[in-house]
C-alpha cells in the first residue's frame, strides 16, 4: 500500500552486532599498549570499562570519537587522534565477518520493495558504521545514525529527523525496534505507530507507554502494512 512508510532500528532487529564495538575497542588496546600505553585493569576489567563507555556514547552524552579519545587518554597515550581514526577503520573491517543478518529479514525487505513501501532505518550510533551494518543486513533504504542527527532515541528529534527523510505524516510510519524504552516510548512521543519487535518472548515493562502492535518474527512486519492508519 503505497502512503505508509516502515521504519526500522538496526541492532537487534535487522542484525546482530556481536559486540562489533567492543571489540573494536579491544583492538585498539593492543595499539595502545604499543604506543606506551597500559590498559587499566584485566580483560574483564577492561571490557567492562568498553561497555560502560560506549553504553554513554548510545545514550548521546558524547560522540564516538570523543569515546575512543577518553579511552586512549585514560590510557596514557598523549596523542589520541590517531586512535581516533584507527578505531574507525578497525570497526568498519569488521563488519562483513561479525554482522549477522537476522533470519527473514532479507526476504522480509524483498516483500517490501515489491511492495513499493518507503523504508529508512534510524539507529544510535555513527555513520558509516551503521550504514555498512544496515547494508550487511540487505537494508538499501536511507539510514539516519544520531550522531549524525544530533540526538539520540528515544529523544523525539530522532524521530522527527526520521519523519523528515521519509516525507510522510508520521502517523503513516512504523517505527519497528526492540527497545522498548528507547524504540517504541520514543517513536510514540514523536507520533509515528510503534511495532516493539519482540523476538524472545519477553514481558513488555508495565511502567512504559504500550506498542501499537507487538511481533515476534520479523517477516510479520508485512502484516503493519495493511493495518488501518488511526487518525
Ligand atoms: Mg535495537
Redo the contacts with the bound molecule.
Sequence with gaps: MRGCAIAF?I???LAIDNKLERIAFLRLLEAVDAEGGAPLGTLDQETTAIDVLLERQRSGAFSIDEAVRRFVVERGVAQAQPFVLRFREIALSLVDEIIVPLPGVSRMLAELREQDVATAALSNGWSPLQQRKAERSGFAGPVLASSDIGAAKPDPRAFTALVETLGLPADRIWYV???PHS?VVGAKAAGLRAAWYNAEGRAYPKDLVPPDAQITNICDVIGLIASPVVR
Design positions: 532500528d541492532d537487534h532487529t525496534g526492540d527497545n524504540d
